[in-house]
């Protein structure tokens, strides 16, 4: 059960490993691009139907068709990576229950956005868990761990590449122990809990009125997506990578300042942010250099 990219490996490596997969369970298709004229279908769908694997799509979990039809593939086990909340009727259905893929080291940052707040929080760093699925979203006893090292100037959407892969290979160690029986659980201590909440549009705006260190992570921690976000002559700037320059002066925070031709950077309580990739509202993506050979800052 799974949808993005990051879910992919995960699926991949148990089918290259000879494991039976019954059934891919992902989202529907939606329509999106140029006018929403164009029909996408999930990362994990166009891998399962490349492979020759059998596909459900439901809208609701709770539909009594599709738990029917999830139960005649008699699955021994679950595999959950970045899907949605399951019922428990759903996710109580295989002899030997559910397994989760989470990018954080559970119990820190339960919930929908692990790698995001990990770097926002200038985490060194952070790491993907397995666990057997309980009601509350998170909260099952843990399985295995793997860490990974979050560079200085790395984005969360490295970040996401690397772990990616070694969740994938956690993903299979797991099963191969849950096949095996050779295993032990361990209940997650709630004194150690964090909360890594689902991050909008809105919340990605930008607040210059802290320290570079703390942009500079905002900005690696939301890129390439959703992507940190500020105003420019009312139109909406994206931000996907910054560099940070401490220094001290007397611009107010957020004060754009720039030579118009090598630098363009944005005040900070403690320095500036220099932008280096950006894209502004209607144009494409591109280097701060080629954005000041045609935009001339006040």
């Given at each position: 059960m799974g949808t993005p990219d990051f879910a992919v490996p995960s699926l991949d490596i148990l089918v290259?490993?000879?494991?039976?997969?019954?059934?891919?369970?992902?989202?529907?298709?939606?329509?999106g691009g140029r006018g929403n004229k164009k029909l996408i279908e999930s990362a994990v769908k166009k891998y399962a139907v490349a492979n020759n694997l059998k596909v459900?799509?439901?809208?609701?979990?709770?539909?009594?068709?599709?738990?029917?039809?999830?139960?005649?593939?008699?699955?021994?086990?679950?595999?959950?990576?970045?899907?949605?909340m399951l019922p428990i009727a759903v996710w109580?259905?295989?002899?030997?229950g559910t397994m989760n893929l989470h990018?954080?080291?559970?119990?820190k940052y339960r919930g929908a956005a692990p790698l995001n707040w990990a770097v926002i929080n200038g985490d060194k760093e952070t790491g993907?868990?397995?666990?057997f699925l309980k009601h509350q979203i998170d909260t099952g006893d843990l399985l295995f761990t793997t860490k990974v090292e979050i560079g200085e100037e790395?984005?969360?959407?490295?970040v996401h590449d690397k772990l990616?892969?070694?969740?994938?290979?956690?993903i299979l160690k797991s099963v191969q122990a849950v096949e095996s029986g050779d295993y032990e659980t361990t209940a997650q201590d709630e004194s150690l809990v964090?909360?890594?909440?689902?991050?909008?549009?809105?919340?990605?705006?930008?607040?210059?009125?802290?320290?570079?260190?703390?942009?500079?992570?905002?900005?690696?921690?939301?890129?390439?997506y959703p992507t940190a976000w500020t105003k420019l002559n009312d139109l909406k700037l994206k931000i996907y990578r910054a560099a940070r320059d401490i220094e001290v002066h007397d611009f107010p925070a957020g004060k754009l300042v720039s030579d118009n031709k090598n630098y363009l950077k944005i005040a900070t309580t403690d320095g500036f942010i220099n932008l280096l990739e950006i894209q502004l509202q209607g144009r494409k993506r591109m280097e701060a250099k080629a954005f000041l050979n045609g935009y001339k800052v006040d």
């Amino acid at each position: 059960m799974g949808t993005p990219d990051f879910a992919v490996p995960s699926l991949d490596i148990l089918v290259k490993n000879g494991y039976d997969v019954v059934g891919v369970i992902t989202a529907t298709d939606k329509y999106g691009g140029r006018g929403n004229k164009k029909l996408i279908e999930s990362a994990v769908k166009k891998y399962a139907v490349a492979n020759n694997l059998k596909v459900l799509q439901p809208k609701n979990l709770k539909n009594p068709e599709f738990q029917e039809e999830l139960r005649a593939l008699k699955a021994d086990l679950q595999i959950v990576v970045a899907f949605r909340m399951l019922p428990i009727a759903v996710w109580d259905m295989p002899s030997l229950g559910t397994m989760n893929l989470h990018g954080s080291l559970l119990p820190k940052y339960r919930g929908a956005a692990p790698l995001n707040w990990a770097v926002i929080n200038g985490d060194k760093e952070t790491g993907a868990t397995t666990f057997f699925l309980k009601h509350q979203i998170d909260t099952g006893d843990l399985l295995f761990t793997t860490k990974v090292e979050i560079g200085e100037e790395e984005s969360v959407g490295e970040v996401h590449d690397k772990l990616m892969i070694q969740g994938s290979e956690l993903i299979l160690k797991s099963v191969q122990a849950v096949e095996s029986g050779d295993y032990e659980t361990t209940a997650q201590d709630e004194s150690l809990v964090s909360k890594a909440p689902k991050i909008f549009h809105e919340t990605c705006q930008i607040d210059f009125n802290q320290s570079t260190q703390k942009v500079h992570n905002f900005i690696r921690g939301l890129s390439p997506y959703p992507t940190a976000w500020t105003k420019l002559n009312d139109l909406k700037l994206k931000i996907y990578r910054a560099a940070r320059d401490i220094e001290v002066h007397d611009f107010p925070a957020g004060k754009l300042v720039s030579d118009n031709k090598n630098y363009l950077k944005i005040a900070t309580t403690d320095g500036f942010i220099n932008l280096l990739e950006i894209q502004l509202q209607g144009r494409k993506r591109m280097e701060a250099k080629a954005f000041l050979n045609g935009y001339k800052v006040d």
